[in-house]
């Protein structure tokens, strides 16, 4: 009977760390769709009240800032012609605290051309909040940008151990 526990709880942990895996990445996504449809609260809300958001061109602090720079001129006047695409994403989870590193593109409509707008490298910190996944710390860096490696070598570094 105590074999049988022992596989229960190995099972039930491997299960909790897939799922864990699986909202992080459709967590991630979302943001990518709400940013495309101009949904400022949505894009907002994969955030933690007190996140940071440091991307090369912009730091915004906080939610309110995300959401400012979604209503913001800028984005809008690309809302309904941009598509973000998120991933593949590494994924590791400890606990209530994840990491995930990974590529994000971002492609734009102009006239009857779509182009690659953006291409950047991604490092994503997130935290298990009242039970739901959000995210503390997002580093993104243009390619090509002086510091767009190290986003992910520091990551590759500071994987937590799952």
Known sequence: MHDLEEKLEALTKRVQALEDELAIHRLVVRYGVAVDIG??????????????????VLVMNGRGAVSD????PRHQGM????????????????????????YSRVY???????????????RWELQRRAGQWRIVRRLT???????ARGVFEQGLIDLPEE
């Open 69 to 72: 720079m979604v209503n913001g």
């Open 39 to 56: 949904d400022a609260r949505a894009a907002a809300e994969v955030f933690a009240e007190d996140a940071v958001y440091d991307a090369d």
């Open 141 to 147: 860096r243009l390619l090509g940008h002086d510091e």
């Open 79 to 102: 809302v309904g012609r941009c598509a973000h695409q998120i991933g593949p994403l590494v994924v590791r989870v400890n606990g209530d605290v994840a990491l995930a590193i990974g």
């Open 108 to 122: 734009l409509r102009e006239g009857d051309t779509i182009r690659i707008y953006r291409v950047s490298y991604n």
